[in-house]
Antibody, heavy 120, light 108 residues
Framework: EVQLVESGGGLVQPGGSLRLSCAAS????????MSWVRQAPGKGLEWVSS????????YYADSVKGRFTISRDNSKNTVDVHVSSLRAVDTAVYYC?????????????WGQGTLVTVSS | DIQLTQSPSFLSASVGDRVTITCRAS??????LAWFQQKPGKAPKLLIY???TLQSGVPSRFSGSGSGTEFTLTISSLQPEDFATYYC??????????FGQGTRLEIK
């Protein structure tokens, strides 16, 4: 069974930083790209970042480019995102999701999310 | 990037009703569309991918159709557990994803 468990969220002041982590199990981790998706309170889903299975290629939404850094450790089956220069608009539940590609790509398994609150 | 527009944004229906949600893409995306269900406080759950393929374990009352720029998600007979928010999603270039704005389905 695929399991994704996020951690690392919390309350942080504007301009601060956090490292969010996602621990994966139940599949061959290095064979899959992974993504982070966030959801602000009462709002819709927003893709944030993706990383290839090898970790060699990363992608970011324009809204977080230069402030967020995604990484993965295939020996530990974890994918992290370092979020910095945080703003109030970054307040959201952050989900990690597995990217499944078979002619098309979609997010087939999601973690339960970790809440990041940016406030002074 | 391709934009996805869902309609309606809000839908009120009764148990047993047949409901349809539409997702329109700003340009043609073949059949590269997925649908998700999200309940309050929970992670999104994949329902359909490749526009019409039902994810394993999803009840057959859910179906998807469409290609190009117009897609639909249909629930043939609403059950109490189906009241939730639904999102469409497609892959942009380079492993970036776009979501529709969501359709909130509530009990009438």
């Amino acid at each position: 069974e695929v399991q994704l468990v996020e951690s690392g969220g919390g309350l942080v002041q504007p301009g601060g930083s956090l490292r969010l982590s996602c621990a994966a199990s139940g599949f061959t981790f290095s064979s899959y790209a992974m993504s982070w998706v966030r959801q602000a309170p009462g709002k819709g889903l927003e893709w944030v970042s993706s990383i290839s299975g090898s970790g060699g290629t990363t992608y970011y939404a324009d809204s977080v480019k230069g402030r967020f850094t995604i990484s993965r450790d295939n020996s530990k089956n974890t994918v992290d995102v370092h979020v910095s220069s945080l703003r109030a608009v970054d307040t959201a539940v952050y989900y990690c999701a597995r990217v499944y590609c078979a002619g098309d790509c979609f997010l087939d398994n999601w973690g339960q999310g970790t809440l990041v609150t940016v406030s002074s | 990037d391709i934009q996805l527009t869902q309609s309606p944004s809000f839908l009120s229906a009764s148990v047993g009703d047949r409901v349809t949600i539409t997702c329109r893409a700003s340009q043609g995306i073949s059949s590269h569309l997925a649908w998700f269900q999200q309940k309050p406080g929970k992670a999104p759950k994949l329902l359909i991918y490749a526009a019409s393929t039902l994810q394993s374990g999803v009840p057959s009352r859910f179906s998807g159709s469409g290609s190009g720029t117009e897609f639909t998600l249909t629930i043939s007979s609403l059950q109490p557990e189906d009241f939730a928010t639904y999102y469409c999603q497609q892959l942009n270039r380079f492993l970036s994803f776009t979501f529709g704005q969501g359709t909130r389905l509530e009990i009438k």
